[in-house]
T-cell receptor
């Protein structure tokens, strides 16, 4: 079975540009999570969805960040405009049932110059 | 509020020696507890999980962890370290009585010396 799929795997962009990260959860999973990992702050939960509905977005840093889940098999995390401090690895994870084991994608390594 | 503390951001062991990575949690309700491993430039992979069944949990790659309620601990062990165990390890707690979010520890980087 395919795991969680993320694209792109690497993204280099310039400050001020829009960045869109994509995630395809494991088929049949009902919950999806977006995390950000940096050396300074470790793993941070940005937002999570249950049945395509955003449940908790308290971790979203500011209005420049937005996330959508238009259907059960696709989610996006958008940063507009991007800033150098957004440089990090962004992970998507999904789970069959919220609270159970989360399965992580390989991550998107974002560098904002 | 839930929290997780991992003691030791870096741990070094010799190949063949015991691995012990410490995790203490805080939870107002019976928690679910997880250990994940992250190899360089990869995502997180589940090692094992505790979900209120047996207190001694066996995972992949020879790792195990014991849930000790009295000590609020969930330490990860492996009897004999292998070079391939070098990675970063994360402990996480899931709030089963509330939001069900994971709270991750800050991670412990394990180095295995030849």
């Amino acid at each position: 079975d395919a795991g969680v799929i993320q694209s792109p795997r690497h993204e280099v962009t310039e400050m001020g540009q829009e960045v869109t990260l994509r995630c395809k959860p494991i088929s049949g999973h009902n919950s999806l999570f977006w995390y950000r990992q940096t050396m300074m702050r470790g793993l941070e939960l940005l937002i999570y969805f249950n049945n395509n509905v955003p449940i908790d977005d308290s971790g979203m840093p500011e209005d420049r960040f937005s996330a959508k889940m238009p259907n059960a098999s696709f989610s996006t995390l958008k940063i507009q405009p991007s800033e150098p401090r957004d440089s990090a690895v962004y992970f998507c994870a999904s789970t069959l049932k919220v609270g159970e084991t989360q399965y992580f994608g390989p991550g998107t390594r974002l560098l904002v110059l | 509020a839930q929290s997780v503390t991992q003691l030791g951001s870096h741990v070094s062991v010799s190949e063949g020696a015991l691995v012990l990575l410490r995790c203490n949690y805080s939870s107002s309700v019976p928690p679910y507890l997880f250990w994940y491993v992250q190899y360089p430039n990869q995502g997180l992979q589940l090692l094992l999980k505790y979900t209120s069944a047996a207190t001694l949990v066996k995972g992949i790659n020879g790792f195990e962890a014991e849930f000790k309620k009295s000590e609020t601990s969930f330490h990860l062990t492996k009897p004999s370290a292998h070079m391939s165990d070098a990675a970063e390890y994360f402990c996480a707690v899931s709030d089963q009585g509330g939001t069900y979010k994971y709270i991750f520890g800050t991670g412990t980087r394990l180095k295995v010396l030849a």
